[in-house]
């Protein structure tokens, strides 16, 4: 397929700038802001995968045509991909909302070292996505792993506690928004749709991976992979109108 | 024989049966008290440890800030413990933080399979030059050699012992054995037990563990703490003393310490309530408890069942908003059947 491929990480881009057009980082957040540097003095364009907290946040779902005028895009994380549009949805839906919190589960088989060793940078940040995208002041992400076996899907909750909240609005953007993430990932589905339990607004996503190239227990790993993807399509798509 | 270290954790364990709402005055005065009568380390706050007051497990009525300076203020010989869970804390939000007030010991933990999540927080602490302890939580659903494993991680890390957790009271005597005296004659450093009290084990698992090498206990006061509640200290010293176990702990002193939290802190004394037999024989994190019996309530399903089903999904401790998915999925099929 005449397709480039090298062992050398970085330094294989370094060693030949026309390698690619377009670098996707998958490494870890302490790697790419090394990476971010080398790769801006190349003038490359990069998706970032990593938590890094260094390029222009983009969730597929709400930002992706103003990311395509960024050099460097973060993908956020995996949790973030998941609940952030959803978070988007309740801060365009509900006026009053003091808090925002998100709870991601995922299989401890699909948590490779670089996302053990950066828990911190993955929680820092999901909330500064969660907090600049629902306009939310105070929020808090957390992750677990599970070991189970055989493995869980990820799963992810929204809990959100909204003054006077407007139920029939949010259930309907939630909807809509689901409908909109399936398109590039089919196994994003809703399992506690738009609750008040508890004094408090729960809902619910499970994200199950195509089990094409990864296992489909890696919802976490498809999900922000499918969203770099599609990044990187509409890159292109705009470079061929170029 | 040699001495043992006793590990406090009524203002921490505790949290979780009054939902996390410790004031001032309960830590003050509790603190005082153990400081008192010679605890070795006090931990302190929410039930899930810093950085953890969350909708998830629950909203702690002060921020950690507030506790821990209370408790650092009426800790004299007694050292300052906190419990720290990666994934819930980080070091720039909440562990620096914690340093700040002078917090001397640090209990980083994950789930018993997890030990690679705590790296950083533990090199942290221990750069910082505390006493830093790694702590294998839920260990009941781990082997014996996977704990090993992850415990040998934590002591790479520079964890300068290892507390093994039965945090849902689902041990018997001989999985304490068989696990802790394989880990003693294995691991460098000093081992610790955690146990809770849901089949009835906690002081009985206590003792097993420390017969088996372990050098750290855990216990809280009337046994203060998540669901069935923990080892009761004051039962656990009364008994290393007959037992002539070198504590240096004044047994009037606990017993004391202990009516103070009776009085002025415990809602209700923790009892083996039936819904923590079913937790326990379930393995299911005792924290659990008040969650189930809450959404159970709302959504008329019976808690037994949430807790056996949760046993079946193998969930964890943090996965608490798995318990309004099952009993949403058994309210659902409870409604199907009926009609």
Do not use: W
């Not at chain 1, 949790?79 to 006026?95: E, F, N, W």
């Amino acid at each position: 397929m005449s397709v480039n491929v090298s062992d050398q990480g970085i330094d294989a881009i370094i060693k030949n700038p026309d390698y690619c057009d377009l670098v996707f980082d998958a490494t870890s957040a302490l790697s790419h802001r090394h990476h971010a540097q080398i790769l801006r003095e190349l003038d490359k364009v990069v998706i970032d995968l990593t938590p890094a907290n260094v390029g222009h946040f983009c969730i597929s779902a709400v930002n992706l045509d103003e990311c395509l005028n960024y050099k460097n895009i973060n993908m956020v994380t995996c949790g973030g991909q998941a609940s952030i549009p959803l978070s988007y949805v309740i801060g365009q839906t509900q006026k009053e909302i003091d808090y925002i919190e998100v709870v991601s589960t995922i299989a401890s088989r699909s948590a490779g070292p670089a996302t053990r060793l950066n828990i911190d940078e993955y929680i820092e940040t999901t909330e500064r996505g969660i907090e600049l995208f629902s306009k939310c002041k105070k929020v808090k992400a957390i992750l677990n792993l599970n070991p189970a076996e055989p493995c869980i899907d990820m799963q992810t909750t929204i809990y959100a506690l909204v003054k006077n909240p407007d139920l029939d609005i949010l259930k309907k953007g939630i909807n809509e928004m689901v409908q909109k993430i399936q398109r590039y990932v089919p196994g994003y589905s809703l399992i506690i749709p738009p609750t008040y339990e508890n004094n408090r607004i729960v809902i619910s996503v499970r994200v199950r991976g195509l089990g094409d190239y990864l296992p489909s227990y890696a919802g976490n790993l498809d999900i922000i992979n499918c969203a770099a993807i599609t990044v990187a399509e509409e890159y292109a798509k705009l470079m061929a109108s170029r | 024989m040699g001495k043992i270290i006793i590990n406090d954790v009524t203002l921490r364990d505790g949290s979780h049966a009054i939902s996390h709402r410790l004031t001032k005055e309960h830590i003050a005065s509790y603190a005082k008290a153990a400081d008192s009568a010679g605890i070795h380390i006090v931990d302190v706050g929410h039930g899930n440890g810093i950085g953890a007051s969350s909708l998830q497990v629950g909203l702690s009525l002060l921020s950690d800030y507030e506790m821990l300076e209370v408790a650092r203020n009426n800790l004299i010989n007694s050292k300052l413990g906190v419990h720290v869970i990666p994934g819930f804390a980080t070091i720039k939000k909440d562990l620096s933080r914690a340093f700040e007030i002078g917090v001397d010991v640090v209990r980083v933990a994950s789930h018993c399979t997890e030990a690679d999540t705590t790296e950083r927080h533990i090199s942290y602490a221990r750069e910082k030059g505390k006493e830093v302890y790694g702590v294998l939580m839920m260990s009941h659903m781990a082997s014996k050699e996977v704990l090993l494993e992850e415990a040998l991680k934590m002591q790479s890390y520079g964890a300068e012992g290892i507390i093994i957790m039965d945090s849902a009271g689902a041990y018997l005597s001989n999985d304490v054995k068989d696990r802790i005296s394989f880990l003693v004659s294995t691991l460098k450093i000093p081992i610790g037990f955690h146990s809770h009290n849901n089949l009835g084990m906690a002081i009985a698992n206590s003792i097993t563990a420390l017969e088996s090498g372990a050098k750290i206990l855990d216990g809280s006061a009337r046994g203060f703490g998540a669901g069935a509640g923990n080892a009761q200290l004051e039962v656990l010293v009364a008994v290393l003393e007959k037992m002539r176990y070198e504590t240096n702990i004044d047994l009037y002193k606990v017993l004391d310490a202990a009516e103070i939290a009776e009085e002025e802190i415990i809602e209700a004394i923790p009892t083996i309530k039936s819904i923590s037999i079913v937790s326990g024989l379930s393995g299911v994190f005792s924290g659990f408890a008040k969650h189930v019996m809450r959404v159970a309530n709302e959504y008329k399903v019976d808690p037994r069942n949430v807790f056996f089903e949760l046993g079946k999904r193998k969930v964890i401790a943090g996965q608490e908003d798995i318990i309004v998915e099952v009993a949403l999925q058994l309210s659902n099929k409870q409604n199907r059947e009926a009609e």
